[in-house]
């Protein structure tokens, strides 16, 4: 990649206005003398309009191969960890225990997602709990999951499931944020 797009739209816009300025000046001395173009000068004012044509045509070129400028290309890239969530993924105990699959889990602060699958006959949910925050996930049976998702700052939180007893039996674990 040569110049940067600004700058070659730039000249563009500079060529054409000097092919264009050109063209007027033709015309004026075309019309105020009558002789014009002498013998002479005819070889001339055809190369100086040709280049002209030329130079607007290769930065015209130029300019449309540009494509998108490469400042939005990395804005749109940069963007892209912010706003996708982590994915934390567990399972209820398929026999029927009130337990997770794990007891911990870990995340870096800001969007996460906890999905938690379940296997097992007992309906349950996930549930998050901690600095200001008591989310749950909406309660499924078999071989469904259930989601919740929120923006955490560092620190300890709880994840358990919330439906009567499930939590006080086993099904909790702590989830830490950094
Ligand atoms: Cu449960």
Not at 42 to 57: D, K, N, P, T, Y
Not at 120 to 140: A, E, F, K, R
Request: glycine fraction near 12%; aromatic fraction near 6%.
């Amino acid at each position: 990649v040569s110049a940067p797009p600004v700058a070659a739209e730039t000249v563009f816009v500079y060529v054409g206005a000097a092919l264009a300025a050109w063209a007027v000046l033709l015309a004026m001395i075309g019309l105020s003398r009558a002789a014009f173009p002498s013998k002479g000068g005819e070889r001339g004012v055809f190369a100086i309009s040709a280049l002209l044509v030329a130079a607007s045509i290769g930065t015209a070129i130029g300019t449309a191969k540009q494509g998108p400028h490469p400042g939005e290309k990395s804005a749109a890239a940069s963007q892209k960890p912010t706003t996708a969530s982590q994915k934390l993924s567990l399972s209820a105990d398929p026999g029927g225990q009130l337990r997770f699959s794990t007891k911990t889990l870990q995340a870096h602060h800001g969007p996460v997602e906890l999905v938690l699958s379940n296997p097992s006959q007992l309906q349950h949910n996930i549930s998050v709990q901690g600095t200001g925050i008591n989310l749950h996930g909406p309660t499924v049976g078999r071989g469904q999951t259930s989601t919740v998702t929120a923006t955490l700052k560092p620190g300890t939180y709880t994840f358990y499931c919330s439906v009567p007893g499930h939590r006080e039996a086993g099904m909790q674990g702590t989830l830490t944020v950094k």
